[in-house]
């Protein structure tokens, strides 16, 4: 971002955070009397959407149904305004970003108090959403709970976000292919059983580790709408027995409503004593461990931006930089032992990663070719249905390095690999997804690194001289 934040209306966009199908989503300060500034969030449409009429009426249903909801667990939205011909949105910074980030595909699984944790709370928030209803009585469903929908406060807690999707008894398509409910993708009417499957999905991943059905977008797709139930191998038993209920192929099978799946989590945490003091603390630690990924990591470098942002004084950034290594120092531990299981593990290899971030909203209006037959043998190889789920060894690759099969094996490298504000990473051709990478398994020798910004418009190549057994932490700012 450049040294003059661009203005835009009373707020100034400090830097992005973010872009989807519709919107771009900004970090942003807005000015009040007596110079007293707040952080804010900024989600904007997309200037090369601004003509077109049905992705504005989108925007402004999203606008109408996130004003009218308030919800410990749902981002608080504060305004819906229009600058310069585009919609925008303002709403509350949730400090410690996407769940995808702190747990899901690729990263040590989440405790299983975690996971009911994370679990209980967006229950209670799907539970307020579904209670919501039309003048005809239909349903409000959010329609696109995933991994990147779910934020996370410093202090453990989950919010629901993104309501670009959310409609009342959708029917349809719509929604992020690898998180769809049978229901969904296959094009049937909806209700709120198909978010409580697409938690599940997220938590699974949280869980496990492993993506919940194949990371290709179009046979997780295709799995979905078989009822295919992922695998939940190493995961606690009473947890898997509660996802394994809300991801039922059939609507009937699974929890009736938000609240009783929610009740069933808060089982799971009443067993153990101090069980939710645990999740809170591993989920702390690991928000706590994002942030630690370098002093110019990208969430702490947004947090030093926005705290510059916010204080005329200085006080509050001296406050933040007291709380920031507090949580820091709380984290240590487990981040500490995540870094550990995450070094355990090594990377996808280029075929199965490549379409991990594939996850395009599909139109609300699209639906399934009503003569598109699902045939179970066809749609779904059994092959790569268990690949798909991740057992151990089958999902999980060391990087490929060509052309060295004869060679005696050295011991690899570990790499932990990060950029600022964030990139999409590519070694040796492979495509790894986005940072932060940690415990990245790297044999030894020459590797090419390919780090891709596309919102600030940056892609920058370099080379990674790995020795055997040597650590790298690497840091790159791409804002240089
Ligand atoms: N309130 C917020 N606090 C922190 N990050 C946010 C917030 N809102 C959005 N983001 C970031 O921007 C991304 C895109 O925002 P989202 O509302 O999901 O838009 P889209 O419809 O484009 O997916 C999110 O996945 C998240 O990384
Ligand atoms: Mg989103």
Redesign the pocket.
């Known amino acids: 971002m450049s040294s003059a934040p661009e203005r835009f209306g009373r707020y100034e966009l400090i830097a992005p955070?973010?872009?989807?199908?519709?919107?771009?989503?900004f970090?942003a300060r807005v000015l009040g009397a007596a110079r007293v500034q707040k952080t804010v969030?900024v989600?904007r449409m997309r200037p090369e959407r601004l003509t077109d009429e049905a992705a504005r009426a989108r925007f402004v249903e999203?606008a109408r149904v996130a004003l009218s909801l308030s919800h410990p667990h749902v981002?608080p939205v504060f305004e819906f305004g229009e600058l310069d011909g585009s919609y925008f949105l303002v709403?509350?910074?949730?400090?410690g970003?996407?769940l995808h980030r702190i747990a899901g595909v690729d990263r040590a699984p989440l405790g299983p108090a975690a996971v009911a944790l994370l679990g209980s709370q967006l229950c209670d928030a799907l539970a307020y959403v579904h209670a919501r209803s039309d003048r005809r009585g239909a349903q409000l469903v959010h329609g696109?709970v995933t991994p990147?929908?779910v934020?996370l406060s410093l202090d453990g807690h989950a919010?629901l976000?993104?309501f670009?999707l959310a409609r009342f008894a959708p029917r349809g398509r719509a929604g992020t292919r690898r998180y769809l409910a049978p229901e969904q993708a296959r094009g049937e009417g909806a209700d709120g059983r198909a978010d409580l499957y697409a938690l599940a999905l997220v938590l699974c991943e949280a869980a496990t580790g492993r993506p919940a059905y194949d990371r290709d977008p179009e046979r997780a797709e295709k799995q979905a709408r078989v009822g295919l139930v992922p695998e939940m191998e190493g995961c606690d038993a009473e947890l898997s027995a509660v996802l394994k209920r809300a991801l039922a192929p059939s609507r009937d099978a699974r929890f009736a409503e938000a609240a009783a799946m929610r009740d069933a989590f808060e089982a799971v945490l009443d067993k153990g004593a101090g069980a939710r003091s645990a999740g809170r603390a591993e989920l702390v630690a690991r928000v706590a461990a994002v942030l630690e990924a370098g002093p110019a990591g990208p969430a702490s470098r947004l947090s030093t931006m926005a705290t510059r942002a916010a204080s005329g004084s200085g006080a509050r950034s001296r406050m933040l930089f007291v709380i920031v290594p507090l949580l820091l120092a709380v984290g240590g531990v487990v981040a500490m032992r995540a870094r550990a299981a995450l070094r355990a593990e090594s990377r996808p290899a280029a075929q199965s990663a490549k379409v991990e971030h594939v996850s395009a909203?599909v139109n609300a209006n699209e639906s399934v070719n009503a003569n598109e037959s699902v045939n179970v043998n066809a749609d779904v190889n059994a092959n790569e249905s268990v690949k798909a789920n991740g057992r151990p060894g089958a999902a999980h690759h060391a990087i490929p390095t060509h052309g060295k099969e004869t060679r005696p094996a050295l011991e690899p490298g570990r790499v932990d690999l990060n950029a600022v504000p964030w990139a999409h990473v590519r070694i040796d051709g492979a495509d790894l997804g986005e940072t932060p990478l940690l415990g990245l398994s790297l044999e030894a020798g020459e590797h090419s690194v390919e780090l891709t910004n596309e919102p600030l418009g940056v892609r920058r190549k370099l080379h990674l001289t790995v020795r055997p057994g040597e650590r790298i932490e690497r840091v790159e700012d791409l804002t240089r």
């Open positions: 955070l973010g872009a989807g199908g519709m919107g771009e989503v970090l969030v989600k999203e981002v709403m509350e910074w949730v400090r970003g996407e696109d990147r929908n934020l919010l976000a993104d670009g909203n």
